[in-house]
């Protein structure tokens, strides 16, 4: 897993403040995330309709009992990131793009309107797409591996990042043990 240069994550960032400067909040996990993911989803697949070909939660509070930054992350998959026919719609509707990566499976991610959310958008296809998942899913199924996840943010979150990008890349390696894991158990059961 590499990390993100300053220019690189400077150069993504189309929209909102650049700078984060600051400790990354973490809170217990909270029953209402999957209330508000499922608003999200009901919200989103009424503007996208037939656009929206999946929307999971994921990320850390997908994963009960995880402590996690209070922002609801979700996975929306469309044909063709790329061609951004989906982006407008969304903006109409109070969504903000944030970020842009077409260097990066043509990732894009918005903010929501009122509940405070990061919603990833990837191309059908996306290698991306089975990572989220084996991720959270692993999670949820093994206590052990959910606490040193949870042990690991807590300790980096107590560091100042000037991005929050850059707390991401400093979890990498533990997500890359993790994933290991879960993609070994992913292979014995195939």
Known sequence: MSVLSDEYIEKCIVSGQKEHNQKILLVEYDKQWPILFEKEKKRISQILKDKALMIEHIGSTSVAGLSAK??????LVVEDAGQ??????????????RI?????????????????INLHVFSKGSKEIDKYL???????????ARMLYEETKKKLAQKKWKY???????????????MDQALEEAKKNN
């Open 70 to 75: 209070p922002i609801i992350d979700i996975l």
């Open 100 to 116: 842009k990566e077409p260097d990066f499976e043509n990732h894009h991610m918005f903010k929501g309107p009122d509940t405070d």
């Open 134 to 144: 084996i991720f959270r899913n692993y999670l949820r199924a093994h206590p052990e």
């Open 84 to 97: 951004e026919d989906y982006v407008e719609a969304l903006c109409q509707q109070g969504y903000v793009l």
């Open 164 to 178: 929050v990008q850059n707390y991401a890349d400093a979890k990498s390696e533990v997500v890359a043990k993790i």
